[in-house]
């Protein structure tokens, strides 16, 4: 499965990098993890073309009535080929997290993520974390500042690879009477994880 991102520089781009001529094209060439079974992560353009959606269908751990010992956690390892305009690189400049929760009283949940470049040193990972009693939607924002921004080396082709995970701990709930669930999708069972993109020229 592939996208195409119009490329569109902007005053916030990275050494003022203006607008490439030519498409950014993703593609998903490899999805491993019990959170994206092949087939239910997609990668479309932002309306704004300055960004990339993962889309998950599939992506949610959960404790409690109905659920297996397994499923209190889930991850998701995406390799995405990513197709860069000659004359220029990107960095990943922030990402947006989005889903659903419904904790019960005692329960607790976290959302972990990184994102790197084939054969570069892991990044961070940068956790977020969640109490009950809560049941709604959630968000979370991960910023990178410029001068921490990893940029691909210019001229090389590597997979860009984005890795997530949620958790749930069941905690002093009452796992036999609730559920407790930490989800990266929507009540249509779709939701967008939103990766801003920052452009430079080589």
């Given at each position: 499965?592939?996208a195409?991102?119009?490329?569109?520089?902007?005053?916030?781009?990275?050494?003022?990098?203006?607008?490439?001529?030519?498409?950014?094209?993703?593609?998903?060439?490899?999805?491993?993890?019990?959170?994206?079974?092949?087939?239910?992560?997609?990668?479309?353009?932002?309306?704004?073309?300055?960004?990339?959606?993962?889309?998950?269908?599939?992506?949610?751990?959960?404790?409690?009535?109905?659920?297996?010992?397994?499923?209190?956690?889930?991850?998701c390892?995406?390799?995405?080929?990513?197709?860069?305009?000659?004359?220029?690189?990107?960095?990943?400049?922030?990402?947006?997290?989005?889903?659903?929760?419904?904790?019960?009283?005692?329960?607790?949940?976290?959302?972990?993520?990184?994102?790197?470049?084939?054969?570069?040193?892991?990044?961070?990972?940068?956790?977020?974390?969640f109490?009950?009693?809560?049941?709604?939607?959630?968000?979370?924002?991960?910023?990178?500042?410029?001068?921490?921004?990893?940029?691909?080396?210019?001229?090389?082709?590597?997979?860009?690879?984005?890795?997530?995970?949620?958790?749930?701990?069941?905690?002093s709930?009452?796992?036999?009477?609730?559920?407790?669930?930490?989800?990266?999708?929507?009540?249509?069972?779709?939701?967008?994880?939103?990766?801003?993109?920052?452009?430079?020229?080589?």
């Amino acid at each position: 499965m592939a996208a195409s991102l119009v490329a569109i520089g902007s005053p916030a781009d990275a050494a003022g990098a203006a607008r490439p001529d030519e498409e950014m094209v993703i593609g998903v060439v490899a999805a491993n993890g019990s959170g994206c079974p092949w087939g239910s992560a997609q990668v479309t353009p932002s309306p704004d073309n300055k960004a990339f959606t993962v889309t998950y269908s599939e992506f949610t751990a959960q404790v409690g009535v109905g659920t297996k010992p397994t499923d209190f956690r889930k991850n998701c390892q995406l390799a995405l080929d990513v197709h860069v305009p000659q004359g220029y690189t990107y960095a990943i400049s922030g990402t947006d997290y989005r889903g659903f929760a419904h904790l019960e009283r005692g329960a607790s949940a976290s959302e972990t993520a990184n994102y790197y470049f084939q054969g570069e040193r892991q990044s961070t990972r940068i956790r977020h974390d969640f109490s009950g009693p809560f049941d709604g939607n959630w968000q979370r924002t991960d910023s990178v500042g410029i001068s921490s921004l990893a940029f691909l080396p210019c001229g090389e082709q590597r997979y860009l690879n984005v890795n997530t995970e949620l958790r749930v701990n069941a905690g002093s709930s009452n796992t036999k009477k609730t559920t407790s669930m930490l989800t990266m999708d929507s009540t249509d069972g779709r939701i967008d994880t939103v990766y801003h993109v920052a452009w430079k020229k080589c």
